[in-house]
């Protein structure tokens, strides 16, 4: 980001924000983000709530036996298609 | 890279690791296996669903949360995976592929519930309401360091459901924008601007529980 942008109002940094942020643009070097304290407290926030998305994981599995109804769902739709399937143990 | 634009590493701690961060022997034995499941293959369709059941129930649990729907949509998900694996050509990575299908499957199911509370063809949609004016900062509280991880949770869950998917599919999961707008079929620049949408109202979500915290 070079100084020759003017300086934007906070209207027209925030319609650039979503294309700015996704395109992983450094928005800290940003003019309007430097003189304006109502913007910069708003990445802020924006940066605080990515960062504790990352607390939302880890993820669960699901519970075993859910295999069990796939395998036989599976071995229902190939015996309606007349298709031989495996035993599970083979 | 800006930290809000970066992908989360979610995969270190899932079962899945994308293909450039395995090493060249696991990769080959991964696409051995795709390949063999693709001929019809069940004990290898059984290792694609061990490999993939997590990340997949995750996102149908996040989705709908409620634990039977998901365990229900996860089935509807590999199921459908299995009728179509031959179809698999390649042009995308495999897990895009997939979670492309277990998406459609979530939202084929939400929108068969109605999904009166927003659509989710509105929450794709820009609205006049979210707009850049309505999003300034709010200087007499700042959320950082102060998220707890079940009031987000809980405000994840309140999303309306374009929205928590697309949260959900890029912060949570990890996804690049290219890859949701290929799960989502959408374009980048739309991935982008719901993402922003999304954490624009999570914020307002967040502050909202936070002013609630601090009445006396």
């Not at chain 2, 229900?72 to 459908?80: K, N, S, V």
Request: net charge negative; with cysteine.
């Amino acid at each position: 980001m070079t100084n020759d942008i003017p300086i934007m109002t906070c209207q027209e940094f925030q319609e650039q924000l979503p294309e700015l942020i996704g395109g992983g643009e450094d928005l800290h070097n940003h003019p309007h983000y430097q003189s304006c304290a109502l913007c910069r407290a708003l990445l802020a926030d924006l940066e605080a709530i990515a960062q504790a998305a990352r607390q939302l994981l880890p993820v669960e599995d699901p519970p075993e036996e859910l295999w069990e109804h796939i395998e036989k769902a599976i071995q229902e739709e190939e015996r309606a298609e007349g298709k031989e399937t495996p035993s599970p143990s083979s | 890279m800006h930290p809000l634009s970066s992908a989360v590493e979610p995969q270190q701690t899932a079962v899945t690791v994308p293909a450039e961060e395995l090493s060249p022997a696991t990769a080959a034995a991964i696409d051995d296996t795709l390949e063999r499941a693709q001929a019809g293959d069940h004990a290898a369709f059984a290792q694609l669903y061990s490999l993939h059941k997590r990340r997949i129930y995750s996102l149908c649990l996040r989705m709908v949360g409620n634990v039977a729907e998901a365990e229900d949509l996860t089935q509807d998900a590999f199921l459908q995976l299995h009728r179509k694996i031959a179809t698999f050509r390649g042009d995308s990575s495999f897990v895009t592929w997939l979670h492309r299908l277990a998406v459609n499957v979530v939202l084929m199911h939400l929108r068969k519930k109605g999904l009166s509370l927003i659509s989710l063809d509105e929450a794709m949609e820009p609205t006049a309401d979210e707009g850049p004016g309505r999003s300034f900062g709010a200087p007499d509280l700042t959320l950082a360091g102060a998220i707890d991880r079940m009031v987000l949770q809980r405000a994840v869950a309140d999303l309306p459901p374009g929205y928590r998917l697309i949260f959900i599919l890029h912060d949570i999961e990890g996804y690049e924008h290219n890859e949701v707008a290929t799960m989502l079929d959408c374009s980048v620049g739309n991935s982008k601007s719901q993402l922003h949408k999304a954490r624009l109202r999570l914020r307002q979500m967040l502050c909202s529980e936070l002013r609630r915290e601090a009445r006396p």
